[in-house]
């Protein structure tokens, strides 16, 4: 088991920035693979991005490509989510999951633990 905990969501204007964080804890070594999902108001959960543990390859959504930067911090087990240029589209609840896997994947149902989320709200 692993146990994550996101923070850095708030309120901010369209246009602006915002940096999550998740903070890794316990059995990390046997996780390869981080995710960042969130879920919209009334919708379902979707895929944002995510990073391997070892090399750093990176995936991204065609909805946040090149606004939003996935990074880690292998000493730290933390990894963050850099957003940039926020729409008000990109309202809410982010959530932090790791996965066992050796590739990247997007579907949520390979990513065994969760964070419980952090809210991120864009104004127009």
């Known amino acids: 088991q692993v146990q994550l905990v996101e923070s850095g969501g708030g309120l901010v204007q369209a246009g602006g920035s915002l940096r999550l964080s998740c903070a890794a804890s316990?059995?990390?070594?046997?996780?390869?693979?981080m995710g960042w999902f969130r879920q919209p108001p009334g919708k379902e959960r979707e895929f944002v991005a995510a990073?391997?543990?070892?090399?750093?390859?990176?995936y991204y959504a065609d909805s946040v490509k090149g606004r939003f930067t996935i990074s880690r911090d292998n000493a730290k087990n933390t990894v963050y989510l850099q957003m940039n240029s926020l729409k008000p589209e990109d309202t809410a609840v982010y959530y932090c999951?790791?996965?066992?896997?050796?590739?990247?994947?997007?579907?949520?149902?390979?990513?065994?633990?969760w964070g419980q989320g952090t809210q991120v709200t864009v104004s127009s």
């Open positions: 999951a790791a996965d066992r896997g050796s590739y990247v994947r997007t579907s949520q149902s390979a990513y065994d633990n």
């Open positions: 316990g059995r990390t070594l046997n996780f390869n693979v």
């Open positions: 990073i391997r543990w070892s090399g750093g390859s990176t």
